[in-house]
């Protein structure tokens, strides 16, 4: 079993105090909902639905079109207004459906029809979380169906749901865990009946004694499922990280979970299976966190997929005054753009609004102080491949183990010098990554 | 409301924690043995602190200004620096001298080598030893004189002003000889030496402080000590004779070099395990200096000799990748 921690990492303010305590506030879109086709890894969805068209609640809208790809449903019922190009949080400009809501939430044939998944097929399973559009909610949007059919699945030990939530602000996951545990349970028993011999791992920071305990008592019936405090630690969270802590088995770049008998899944994720396989609903919402100094009443909503994240601003009583910076997501691995008018998508999970920009600083020199290489998750000496990328020695950067680098931020975070080290890595990691694929 | 926000690639969260804060954490622990410095060695040793760290910052500033590099944005690297250098100067050091030691620490030793971060010997250690070597008198003119009625230029001169009670003779040239030494004495620091290495009270104080910060770790300094003391132990000739072994670790420099000199990122290694290699090799240096070599102290050539393999240290000592095994790693 693992040790409920990993060597490194770092602590970070945490900041969950301005949301944790306070329910989540469901909140209906006001204006046009945007669904962009690319809110997955792999390759984006088709549009199979035209301007003019009628749709309703649960409508697959946008279509898988590859093995890696996913689904985009609507998540309310109106007519399509436009097809065409929308900014994205990563600040791309992604061919989206833009959905004009008649406010009527009518919704498709079958939704939210009870089915008992003890008597669906591993098949049918896979399938209903396919159609539904589940992807890692977590922020990496891998899609959960590809995840759930390993080439070993009779290898698989452990099932582990990600509670960790281990970057500052964000407390979605945790209200999720708060006001929705019976899914999230729910969803790990329909993944575990998907591998019969994996026991299943309920993974939560020891900063949230609640929803520990909230789990416990839902699964304390279960024998085959465990609930594992982890020691609140940034990026605990972190796939290698959550998968060392819990069963001790280390991943790298080269492994994925699977690799080393693990399928690891957020709890939103698992909510989302539970709701897709046993509630015939797709993915049409999720919580979103909306924190930081700058904002009024910071707080969780519980959003349609497609809302603007201005309206949500908004309900949060908007702005003290100008922030500096907004992030999507968290501060360590989130986001920042210019706008807050974009879209909510399946892997949003926050909006964080900041007076000061933090990040807003001039490097100095390295003092080799070491700190960076110390907080590392990943043991590598991070200064060294920033050096290294930085000066285009891209084959001693991938010698000296530079493409394992996680990207989690502890580095930049930590280094005294202000040196932008993960952000100088990834970047280098990316330029190895796009070198091969044009090989 | 203006819609544009800053946009950088993450992290957007940075520790509070800066170069400048460390270095000012550095000053304010040398805070105590500047001041029984001052109290033991009088004004003088003030006089001695200013000159150098005034060299110091100078030569850091005109360098910058004369190469048109970007000034020092007042990181307290060059006040370190001169700080440690008076604490390791007798107080009876002629000024010049003492304005020379900076400016050779700053110009030959920091700047020359690329500015902060870049030298491979600590500088005020590299200063010392080359004053040392130039002026070997003077440098260990630990004999301070009672100038009845002193004035300004006293002060400037050679031969010092000082308090009372103080004798020219180190305790470590006592423990040498095998002589019994007042421990208590040596610990608190009422007796000969340079500036601010006499009172191990007043460092241990100052490197507290440094340990609670997390400035510094215990790594480095404990192994340092520790393998000296184990040194001591098997080739000193006394065995277990506390007297002695504690008389070598309150002795000289120790003290200053372990908690302070030592421990300097920029010429330690800096991954645990090799700050525990560089710890027992000082520790083995400074025991053949001072026990089977002819001289009484070792601690700055210890350091300074040490920084030298520290390239080698970090090279073998290199962390492995989660997830990966060593042998790929040593390839």
């Known amino acids: ?158 099932v582990i749901i990600n509670g960790a939530e281990c970057e500052p602000y964000l407390t979605s996951d945790y209200r999720l865990m708060m006001e929705e545990p019976e899914k999230i349970v729910g969803g790990l028993k329909i993944i575990l009946s998907l591998f019969e011999r994996a026991k299943g791992i309920i993974a939560i920071e020891d900063n949230k004694p609640e929803a520990v305990k909230k789990l416990q008592e839902l699964t304390s019936a279960e024998s085959n499922i465990e609930v594992h405090v982890v020691k609140t630690k940034y990026p605990q969270g972190g796939e290698r990280q959550l998968v060392y802590a819990t069963t001790g088995r280390k991943l790298n770049s080269k492994k994925l979970p699977a690799d080393v008998g693990c399928i690891v899944n957020n709890v939103a994720t698992a909510a989302a299976i539970y709701m897709a396989v046993a509630k015939s609903t797709p993915l049409t919402h999720r919580f979103i966190t909306i924190s930081g100094d700058a904002v009024n009443n910071p707080q969780n909503f519980n959003v349609l997929i497609g809302t603007d994240f201005s309206e949500i601003v908004e309900a949060a009583g908007g702005f003290k005054k100008q922030p500096e910076k907004i992030v999507f997501g968290g501060p360590m691995m989130g986001s920042a753009m210019y706008t807050y008018n974009i879209p909510v998508t399946k892997t949003s999970s926050a909006l964080l609004g900041f007076l000061v920009d933090e990040a807003a600083v001039e490097e100095s020199p390295c003092i080799r102080c070491g700190r960076c290489s110390e907080v590392c998750p990943m043991h590598l000496v991070p200064v060294q491949l920033a050096t290294l990328g930085a000066h285009n020695e891209i084959e001693r950067f991938v010698q000296l183990d530079g493409m394992d680098c996680c990207g989690c931020g502890s580095c930049s975070y930590i280094c005294p010098a202000r040196k932008g080290l993960t952000q100088q890595i990834i970047q280098t990691r990316n330029q190895v990554l796009a070198s091969k694929k044009n090989a | ?119 491979f010997m600590n500088p005020a250690l590299a200063a010392r030893v080359f004053l040392l070597i130039s002026f070997p008198a003077q440098m260990s003119n630990f004999v301070v004189e009672k100038i009845a009625s002193p004035t300004v230029l006293d002060y400037f001169n050679s031969g010092a002003v000082a308090i009372d009670g103080v004798t020219g003779a180190t305790p470590l040239a006592a423990v040498k000889t095998g002589e019994t030494v007042n421990l208590f004495q040596m610990f608190v620091g009422n007796h000969g030496g340079t500036i601010g290495e006499t009172s191990a009270l007043a460092l241990l104080i100052g490197a507290g402080y440094l340990l609670y910060r997390r400035v510094i770790s215990l790594r480095i300094p404990l192994t340092y000590i520790v393998t000296l003391v184990v040194f001591a132990i098997i080739f000193g000739g006394h065995g277990f004779d506390m007297n002695y072994l ?25 991954s645990s395990i090799g700050q525990i290699v560089y710890g027992i090799f000082l520790g083995l240096l400074t025991g053949l200096f001072r026990i089977i070599g002819s001289g009484v102290e070792g601690v700055s050539y210890a350091i300074v000799i040490g920084n030298l393999v520290v390239p080698m240290i970090d090279k073998v000592t290199r962390p492995v990748a989660f997830g990966k095994e060593r042998a790929k790693v040593e390839k």
């Open chain 2, 246 to 270: 504690l008389g070598q670790v309150l002795g000289g420099g120790l003290i200053l070099g372990a908690f302070y000199m030592a421990t300097d990122y920029v010429t330690s290694p800096t």
């Open chain 1, 1 to 158: 079993m693992g040790k409920s921690t990993f060597l490194g990492g770092i602590h970070p303010f945490e900041g969950k105090e301005f949301t944790m305590d306070k329910p989540t506030t469901v909140l209906l879109p006001k204006g046009d909902l945007v669904f962009p086709m690319s809110q997955h890894i792999g390759a984006p969805a088709k549009p199979v639905v035209a301007v003019g068209d009628y749709v309703l609640v649960g409508q697959k809208i946008g279509e898988a079109s590859g093995y890696i790809s996913s689904n985009i449903i609507s998540s309310v019922s109106g007519t399509v207004k436009a097809i065409e190009q929308r900014l994205v949080v990563s600040g791309k400009l992604v061919e989206s459906i833009v959905i004009e809501n008649d406010h009527e939430y009518k919704k498709i044939d079958g939704y939210g029809k009870e089915r008992d998944y003890k008597k669906m097929s591993k098949e049918e399973i896979r399938n209903a979380v396919r159609d539904a559009g589940i992807v890692g909610l977590g922020g990496a949007g891998f899609p959960t169906d590809v995840k759930l059919s390993p080439k070993n699945e009779n290898e698989i030990d452990y």
């Open chain 2, 1 to 119: 409301m203006n819609d544009m926000f800053h946009v950088s690639a993450s992290p957007h969260a940075r520790s509070p924690i800066t170069t400048r804060t460390i270095m000012q954490d550095v000053c304010i622990a040398l805070i105590p043995a500047s001041l029984f410095g001052i109290y033991n060695f009088g004004l003088r040793a003030l006089l001695v602190i200013l000159t150098t760290i005034l060299a110091c910052t100078v030569t850091e500033y005109v360098y910058c200004r004369l190469m048109k590099m970007k000034v020092n944005p007042g990181d307290y690297s060059d006040v370190v620096t001169g700080l440690l250098l008076a604490l390791n100067l007798p107080a009876s050091i002629p000024l010049w001298m003492a304005v020379l030691g900076g400016v050779f620490a700053i110009l030959i030793v920091k700047m020359l080598y690329g500015g902060l971060g870049q030298n």
